[in-house]
């Protein structure tokens, strides 16, 4: 299983974001564009084409309505472009209120979800999971993901539990944030099983992303907070475990910038990018 990861490009200058792209073949294997700056650069799926670059395309709506119109959106722009194939995933930022009224908001988004993936298979097919049976996952199924939050471990368990097979967009900021120190992992237990609650929000993230103010200390190594630091990269490695045993023959990762507040360091997306590839690199040489 090999490592993809993605450079955030959603706060590039704009409307140019395509200057901002041609920076990115060196170091990454895609970027992240939102449908903003794909509508306002026509030429913006051209040129990670001409260079090799794979996209995430992240909607932002502010409820539920408005997903649906910005994946038809998205949908026609893409049927529309002769260079489409480029986009690999498809991340909607989903508003506050997802994990709460019972689950009204993903009620909604989901079906047309799945509907957008079945006009364009082409969208999360590279990474090559399987089902129970060995087969290929129906088209519907993985392609869109929704980032959840802020909410924590508990309550994207139930979550996911509840709306299967929803697919996430996840940091591990995110659930701690939202949980408190206690959702630190512990040791595992004597048969080495994960908590029900770890393992379905595991199961049910495709890609992972990371800022500098999720850990300091995992990407310029001036510590924000070791503990966390550590259950960080526990997170990672977990993912990545449950996708190599999924079938998967790629794993996502989006690094966004960002400042660390505990230690005011500026953390620039070549270093997360370098560290993000040597912890994926020690989970390999050590997985099984």
């Given at each position: 299983?090999?490592?993809?990861?993605?450079?955030s490009?959603?706060?590039?200058?704009?409307?140019?974001?395509?200057?901002?792209i041609?920076?990115?073949?060196?170091?990454?294997?895609?970027?992240?564009?939102?449908?903003?700056?794909?509508?306002?650069?026509?030429?913006?799926?051209?040129?990670?084409?001409?260079?090799?670059?794979?996209?995430v395309?992240?909607?932002?709506?502010?409820?539920?309505?408005?997903?649906?119109?910005?994946?038809?959106?998205?949908?026609?722009?893409?049927?529309?472009?002769?260079?489409?194939?480029?986009?690999?995933?498809?991340?909607?930022?989903?508003?506050?209120?997802a994990?709460?009224?019972?689950?009204?908001?993903?009620r909604?988004?989901?079906?047309?979800?799945?509907?957008?993936?079945?006009r364009?298979p082409?969208?999360?097919?590279?990474?090559?999971?399987l089902?129970?049976?060995?087969?290929?996952?129906?088209?519907?199924?993985?392609?869109?993901?929704?980032?959840?939050?802020?909410?924590?471990?508990?309550?994207?368990?139930?979550?996911?539990?509840?709306y299967?097979?929803?697919?996430?967009?996840?940091?591990?900021?995110?659930?701690?944030?939202?949980?408190?120190?206690?959702?630190?992992?512990?040791?595992?237990?004597?048969?080495?099983?994960?908590?029900?609650?770890?393992?379905t929000v595991?199961?049910?993230t495709?890609?992972?992303?990371?800022?500098?103010?999720?850990?300091?200390?995992?990407?310029n190594?001036?510590?924000?907070?070791?503990?966390?630091?550590?259950?960080?990269?526990?997170?990672?490695?977990?993912?990545?475990?449950?996708?190599?045993?999924?079938?998967?023959?790629?794993?996502?990762?989006?690094?966004?910038?960002?400042l660390?507040a505990?230690?005011?360091?500026?953390?620039?997306?070549?270093?997360?990018?370098?560290?993000?590839?040597?912890s994926?690199?020690?989970w390999?040489?050590?997985?099984?």
């Open positions: 299983m090999r490592l993809a990861l993605f450079r490009m959603i706060n590039a200058p704009f409307p140019r974001v395509i200057p901002s041609a920076s990115c073949s060196k170091s990454f294997d895609g970027v992240e564009l939102t449908l903003p700056q794909l509508e306002s650069e026509a030429d913006a799926l051209w040129e990670c084409q001409k260079r090799a670059l794979r996209v395309v992240r909607l932002e709506p502010e409820h539920a309505a408005e997903a649906i119109i910005l994946l038809e959106q998205l949908s026609s722009l893409l049927t529309e472009n002769p260079h489409s194939e480029q986009v690999e995933l498809v991340t909607i930022r989903a508003p506050d209120s994990l709460s009224d019972d689950y009204a908001y993903l909604q988004v989901m079906p047309q979800g799945a509907f957008f993936l079945e364009h082409g969208v999360g097919r590279s990474n090559g999971k089902n129970a049976h060995g087969n290929p996952l129906p088209p519907h199924i993985a392609g869109v993901c929704h980032e959840l939050g802020p909410g924590s471990l508990s309550e994207l368990h139930e979550a996911l539990d509840t299967a097979p929803t697919r996430i967009a996840l940091s591990f900021a995110s659930i701690f944030e939202s949980s408190g120190p206690g959702v630190l992992p512990a040791p595992p237990s004597s048969e080495g099983h994960l908590s029900d609650e770890w393992d595991i199961q049910g495709d890609i992972v992303y990371a800022s500098a103010s999720e850990g300091a200390g995992v990407f190594k001036q510590g924000c907070s070791p503990s966390k630091d550590l259950a960080q990269i526990w997170f990672w490695n977990q993912v990545w475990r449950a996708q190599k045993l999924e079938g998967a023959v790629e794993t996502y990762f989006t690094c966004r910038e960002g660390c505990d230690v005011q360091a500026e953390v620039g997306v070549e270093e997360m990018a370098i560290s993000v590839r040597g994926f690199s020690r390999s040489r050590y997985s099984c």
